[in-house]
């Protein structure tokens, strides 16, 4: 049940872009984005409810393909501080309330 | 400020002995859950509740225990059961199911 997440890791200089992907071999039918840095608790990012739909905040947005039951992080210029572990999550089938969370990816930004 | 407080920040085990982790959320949430989170592995459902009484096993149950007498309060107890309890624990609480998840700081926990 647990989604799965790529790259596992990723190292960028500032300015760059990346994406991380989250696919699920299950239908999905909302996905979860947190962000962690080292030792702290996850940050929520962003919820994608629907299939096809889009959503950003600053220079980091996501899509949700429901169809292909993926979703995609995108990090358009980045910045120091969008270093940490990004982490997927998609409701538990068994549960419906919780999550089940990817691996996640360590993304290191470099000066 | 509302949030979520987890106590204490590190905790440490002796072989055979129980241990309880505090979670107390003044954010008025009726879900709560309790994640383990091992190096490389994300974080794993360990139990969850909707609401005050009630909690269900997650997917990694066997060696803990939980309560849900007060709706700011889900206490995580590691029991003797469990053999490798070694890992960051994360509380987290929401409106209710699928909402977004706020998460405490953690605690650690390892062993004597």
């Known amino acids: 049940q647990q989604p799965v997440q790529s790259p596992q890791a990723v190292i960028l200089r500032e300015g760059e872009d990346a994406v991380i992907n989250c696919s699920s071999s299950?239908?999905?039918?909302?996905v979860h984005w947190y962000r962690q840095k080292h030792g702290e608790a996850p940050v929520f990012l962003m919820i994608?409810?629907?299939?096809?739909e889009q959503k950003g905040h600053d220079k980091i947005s996501a899509s949700f393909n429901e169809k292909k039951q993926q979703s995609s992080l995108y990090l358009t210029a980045s910045q120091l501080s969008y270093s940490g572990t990004y982490f997927c999550g998609t409701p538990n089938s068994n549960s419906g309330y919780a999550l089940n969370f990817g691996k996640g990816t360590s993304l290191l930004v470099t000066p | 400020d509302g949030g979520i407080t987890q106590s204490p920040k590190y905790l440490f085990r002796k072989e055979g002995q129980n241990v309880t982790l505090s979670c107390e959320q003044n954010l008025n949430h009726d879900a709560m859950y309790w994640y383990r989170q091992d190096p490389g592995q994300g974080l794993r459902l360990i139990y969850y509740s909707q609401i005050v009484n009630d909690f269900q096993k997650g997917d990694i149950a066997e060696g803990y225990s939980v309560s849900r007498e007060k709706k700011e309060s889900f206490p995580l107890t590691v029991t003797s059961a469990q053999k490798n309890p070694t890992a960051f624990y994360l509380c987290?609480?929401?409106?209710?199911?699928?909402?977004?998840?706020?998460f405490g700081a953690g605690t650690r926990l390892s062993v004597l």
């Open positions: 994608l409810l629907k299939g096809g």
């Open positions: 987290a609480s929401s409106i209710g199911g699928g909402n977004i998840q706020y």
């Open positions: 299950k239908a999905l039918y909302s």
